[in-house]
């Protein structure tokens, strides 16, 4: 069994290098048609351009672990913006070395950056190459870390998706159409059920996940507003406006506070195990450092590209 597990891990080595090499291959095309179409931009062969991309990526490999602890705080200011600037310099120091890539202006590096990004965001993504281990690394390993590993559970869990927007006719004509085959699978064979809900006003993120994770949603007209008696505004996304809200509504014993977990939520419902959840991101009892989540994510230089590309991908 030891043999067979061997090479079942062989194996997939192998066909993960032989998706990079189609990653790197489609990079390399990326940067000769840039080539053609940008008149400041110029490559002298295919192998130029391999070479080319093989070197920034190294390069980038190699520089920015070591520049990360002064990048990355400017980097999540600036929204990975600053990434993007940092990778152009990268491209233009990578044409003054004789290789066949010459770049004769700082918007075409960047460009180019952004090019690149997007071909190895789709890349990956359609290869199904897990490009993620920067944040593994940064984030769920680190909570990992902290928490114990659930053993001799006696009872069943609860989870709880939002998906924001969803009408239940929309749901319905999807599953009709077969726009969600999984949930229609799941009615089909009785496993679940699909239930109306007519939600409160105001019907808005903050209100629901309040009232479902809390038990109350009380004084919360709409996602923001203005507090006449404290002459200050309220956004309910806001990190800052995000904590009072909990702290109004919570009574410290919210639906996940029994070692539950909340993610990308607007309030925790005080689940012990938080991450990137508006009313916790910037508390430093919970992470130590604040917006440590989000310092995670940004910790891979192609992090926002990446995203913004796999968001316009699945647009319709």
């Known amino acids: 069994m030891s043999r067979d597990h061997d090479l079942a891990h062989g194996e997939r080595r192998r066909d993960q ?8 291959i489609l990079a390399g095309a990326t940067l000769g048609l840039l080539s053609v179409l940008l008149s400041a931009v110029h490559v002298d ?16 490999a190699l520089v920015w672990p070591l520049l990360l602890r002064f990048a990355l705080p400017i980097t999540v200011l600036t929204l990975g913006f600053a990434v993007v600037l940092l990778n152009a310099a990268i491209v ?94 799941w009615l089909r064979e009785g496993s679940h059920q699909l239930t109306c809900w007519e939600t409160d006003w105001s019907s808005q993120t903050g209100a629901c996940q309040a009232g479902i994770l809390h038990g109350d949603n009380d004084d919360m007209p709409a996602f923001r507003w203005w507090e006449k008696d404290r002459g200050v505004p309220i956004v309910t996304n806001h990190p ?67 995203t913004v590309a796999l968001v316009v991908r699945v647009m319709p």
């Open 17 to 24: 290098l032989r998706r990079m090499l189609v990653v790197w």
């Open 92 to 185: 233009l120091l990578v044409s003054q070395i004789d290789l066949g890539l010459q770049v004769e202006s700082f918007a075409a590096a960047v460009i180019i950056t952004i090019a690149l990004s997007i071909v190895s965001a789709l890349a990956t993504s359609v290869l199904a190459i897990d490009d993620d281990m920067v944040w593994y690394r940064n984030a769920v390993t680190r909570y990992g870390e902290r928490t114990a590993p659930a053993s001799g559970l006696d009872s069943d869990g609860l989870l709880l998706l939002e998906i924001d927007g969803l009408a239940h006719a929309v749901l319905m004509r999807a599953i009709r159409d077969g726009n969600a085959p999984t949930m229609s699978r």
């Open 240 to 306: 800052r406006d995000a904590a009072e809200l909990e702290r109004r509504h919570s009574d410290g014993r919210g639906l996940l506070f029994s070692d539950g977990a909340s993610r990308a939520n607007i309030v925790s419902g005080d689940a012990p195990h938080s991450l990137l959840t508006m009313s916790t991101v910037l508390s430093r009892e919970r992470h130590g450092r604040i917006g440590q989540d989000y310092f995670a994510y940004f910790a891979n230089p192609y992090g926002i590209t990446r």
């Open 45 to 60: 062969s295919f192998g130029a351009a391999m070479l080319a991309v093989a070197l920034i990526s190294l390069i980038n």
